[in-house]
């Protein structure tokens, strides 16, 4: 999967009011030819999960695709064993 390394991904903005209440802010980063929204939100889904906050509702009012960027090569691991990399941006941990 290196020729990825010149592709494109999407950056979907997450917010996600976390069990205590306080928001968590994270990006979703999937190459752009993921873009069967239920996919991406199940990336979102696994993430709040590893991070304790299992079943939280993630959807189009939490989830939004903000913009394209260049794929980082630090990203790239990531994309490739799990289809998505997480950027942890506030309240995260």
Known sequence: MKEIIQ???NV??????KK????MHFDIIAPVEVSNTETIYNYGK????????E???LSAKQ???CH???????WLEEIVQKGYFIIEMEGCN
């Open 7 to 9: 592709r494109d991904v």
């Open 12 to 17: 979907w903005d997450t917010y996600v009011t």
């Open 20 to 23: 205590d209440g306080t928001t």
């Open 46 to 53: 696994a993430y709040l999960k590893m991070k304790g906050q």
């Open 55 to 57: 079943g939280l509702p």
């Open 63 to 65: 989830c939004k695709l």
């Open 68 to 74: 394209i960027e260049t794929l980082k090569p630090e």
